[in-house]
């Protein structure tokens, strides 16, 4: 049977039919819909785990007790995930394990480019790389044989465009796969340095067997054509060389790239005249070749970008200098359309009171609110990864201390945040007698990456009701005082909130709890918020003078009619969350009837 699918579905597709029943993941594009789709299949057990770390031991305690796991997160996630993957080389596996890292050259959605190809060789692992869905379930179906019979854990590197493309598949019942027996084995299982040791000369053994394999690995291939041109490309890339080279040229496909084939590549480069290497971000292929000593004349990184996605209009470029032909038009008609928070966006009045204090640091973290870093809030001075902003906004208040300052530092992130790598910041700022003010944003979802749970919204990956952890009872666990839980729609709450714990010279925190509006709203949501965005506010265009003050709150429901010089409320958007009704100081916006 033949379907469309994206990358990502293809992946959990491949899963499924290759017999996996265990599934975890951390939410973040491009990856998310990866186990949003799993989780669809009654056969797989899916979780959404507090962080990558997690979900990765959760995968490898899985594969190690006999039943097939499968682990996602975008690539920075495999930061967080690298400490237990390096050992997780070392051991080996029991059932098949596989890692499916999502890359993103060009970074949409990410605050880094790096390619996580370099974890493959650093970690000493078996690597594929789709180029299409049908190489997306071809690979992780080959990468559970192979895991199983190399005794290695797989990555499959994915990029966003293949990742969120779409192409026909064919799809394949689900094979069961017979659970392996679980046997104790410390010396394959407890990395002490004694058994490391062991296990690290079984590692280059198995690289060396796996570097046979990719010679004759039905992902490498090589198409013929003329031998005056030859592309060497893995991944999104081939295609991309595929538009632009057309039949002109010969082609050597890599999709399996940890070991690479080296013979292979130095048979295809020695027939070949040229050779364009074809690669987003690093010269990781490029370097490679670079190390066999070709005879032929090749290309990488000296005129293809080390950065951004390898489209068919940047390789033109590099190549000859032309360009695909655009209609040009006046540049200087363009209108700058910043990404704001949605109208009724419960991070909207913090981040609007947040901004008017200039006598303070505001350390930000990963999330929908980072958005608060540009106009008209200009609420966030720091942003550095998953958890960090209580951790640098400990480390900037000492500084501050020290130095005799004055200045006072305010943290803030989010709740799936604060469960990701939060608590621990947390705990380090109370242990260390800091004296910040941390913000903890509960709009009662993981909203940036598309509304997965997380541990403070009571139901799991597949919608389960489960114990709903509270963010205040952690908090207060961890050994915080001074907490307040606030309605951040309510200005005054906010502001006697910020001053009350301001005036400490000890850890607190702030908690304002107020749902996303665009969540689907649980019985117990409708429960606590009963009344919720059921009212729309309108303005008395008797009484509006026109100040544009209420536009400063940066709600895209409202707008400013120049030719009547009052300002209009898009009914549509509007939720009634009332930021505006406090801001205008002729009250001149009101409930509507």
């Not at 890339?237 to 590549?265: D, Q, R, W």
């Not at 200039?358 to 008209?376: E, F, H, N, Q, V």
């Amino acid at each position: 049977m033949k379907r469309l699918m994206t990358g990502d579905e293809a992946i959990a597709r491949g899963a499924y039919e290759a017999g996996v029943r265990h599934a975890s993941a951390y939410p973040g594009t491009p990856s998310t819909e990866i186990l949003e789709n799993l989780a669809t299949y009654d056969e797989i057990y899916a979780e959404w785990a507090p962080n990558e770390k997690v979900a990765m031991e959760s995968a490898i305690g899985a594969a190690i007790a006999g039943i097939r796991s499968i682990v996602s997160m975008k690539h920075v996630g495999v930061n967080v995930a690298a400490d237990p993957l390096f050992t997780w080389a070392y051991m080996g596996v029991n059932a098949g394990n596989v890692l499916i890292t999502a890359d993103e050259p060009g970074m949409y959605s990410s605050q880094n480019e790096q390619d996580n190809r370099n974890y493959a060789k650093a970690a000493k692992l078996a690597m594929f790389e789709p180029a299409d869905s049908q190489e997306c379930i071809d690979m992780v179906k080959a990468a559970y044989e192979l895991s199983e019979s190399y005794d290695t854990p797989v990555m499959i590197r994915m990029t966003t465009r293949v990742c969120h493309s779409k192409s026909i598949v064919e799809i394949q019942d689900r094979v069961e796969v017979e659970p392996k027996t679980w046997e104790k084995n410390p010396a394959k299982y407890v990395c002490l340095p004694a058994i490391a040791r062991n296990l690290r000369v079984k590692l280059e053994e198995r690289l060396q067997k796996l570097a046979e394999y990719s010679e004759t690995s039905p992902f490498n291939k090589v198409e013929m054509g003329d031998t005056s041109i030859g592309i060497i490309a893995s991944g999104i890339c081939y295609y991309y060389a595929k538009e632009v080279f057309g039949e002109k040229a010969s082609y050597l496909k890599l999709g399996f790239t940890n070991p690479m084939p080296k013979n292979l590549i130095k048979d295809f480069c020695n027939k070949m005249d040229k050779v364009y290497i074809l690669e987003e971000n690093d010269p990781f292929i490029e370097e490679f070749v670079e190390r066999l000593g070709v005879t032929c004349e090749f290309h990488g990184k000296d005129i293809f970008p080390p950065y951004g996605e390898m489209t068919p209009d940047v390789i033109r470029k590099a190549v000859d200098g032309t360009g695909l032909k655009t209609i040009d038009f006046d540049r200087s008609k363009l209108i700058n359309r910043a990404p704001t928070f949605c109208a009724g966006c419960p991070h909207r009045g913090l981040f609007y009171r947040l901004g008017k204090r200039k006598d303070i640091m505001i350390s930000g973290d990963i999330g929908c609110y980072t958005l608060a870093a540009g106009k008209p809030y200009n609420a966030m001075d720091s942003t550095v990864c998953m958890g960090a902003s209580f951790s640098i906004g400990h480390g900037a208040q000492r500084a501050f201390n020290m130095i005799g300052s004055g200045k006072r530092v305010v943290t803030v992130l989010g709740d799936s945040t604060f469960f990701h790598t939060g608590i621990n910041s947390l705990i380090n700022t109370v242990y260390n007698k800091s004296n910040t003010v941390n913000i903890i944003l509960d709009n009662r979802i993981t909203g940036m990456t598309g509304h997965q749970n997380n541990p403070g919204t009571g139901f799991t990956a597949k919608n389960e009701e489960t114990t709903l952890i509270q963010i205040e009872d952690v908090v207060k666990a961890i050994g915080v005082k001074h907490v307040k839980v606030i309605d951040p729609n309510n200005l005054q709450e906010v502001d006697a909130a910020l001053d009350e714990c301001l005036a400490l010279d000890e850890p607190s925190v702030i908690i304002t709890r107020w749902p996303c509006v665009l969540k689907k709203f649980s019985q117990a949501d409708k429960a606590e918020f009963e009344n919720l965005f059921k009212t729309k506010n309108k303005v008395d265009e008797e009484k509006c003078i026109g100040c544009k003050l209420c536009l400063k709150a940066g709600c895209p429901a409202m707008s400013y009619d120049k030719s009547e010089k009052k300002v209009r409320i898009n009914r549509a958007q509007c939720v009634g969350c009332d930021v505006c009704t406090q801001v205008c100081p002729k009250e001149a916006i009101v409930k509507e009837d």
